[in-house]
């Protein structure tokens, strides 16, 4: 399984940007079966959960910080997941990586060890 990131860039603070993460790959079979997962990583700091969605979409959750702010969603006929960032801040720099985790039943994963594949990351800077 590959994943593919994409949509990050340079943007002032109160801005907005959409992330994407497009999912590939002979071993994977069907979008559907992942719960997908949103994280990002600053300059000297631990790999941070952002926003997790269901199998379905039909569940999401975020961390407090971004609650409000970002939205999660997936598009699974084109095996893409995407995050929408609005009211971004300063503190919302970081490198965000997307990953997927075989799941089904509307669950939710918060914790990186709980993803099986991940994707190389795209830096979001927010400029005060």
């Known amino acids: 399984v590959q994943l593919q990131a994409s949509g990050g860039g340079l943007v002032q603070a109160g801005g907005s940007l959409r992330l994407s993460c497009a999912a590939s790959?002979?071993?994977?079979?069907?979008?559907?079966?992942?719960?997908m997962g949103w994280f990002r990583q600053a300059p000297g700091k631990e790999r941070e959960f952002v926003a997790t969605i269901s199998w379905s979409g039909s569940s999401t959750d975020y961390r407090d910080s971004v609650k409000g702010r970002f939205i999660i969603s997936r598009d699974n006929t084109k095996n893409t997941v995407y995050l929408e960032m609005y009211s971004l801040k300063p503190e919302d720099t970081a490198v965000y990586f997307c990953a997927a985790a075989l799941a089904r039943g509307g669950v939710l994963f918060y914790t990186p060890s709980r993803y099986n594949y991940w994707g190389q990351g795209t830096v979001v800077t927010v400029s005060s």
């Open positions: 790959g002979r071993t994977f079979s069907d979008f559907s079966d992942y719960v």
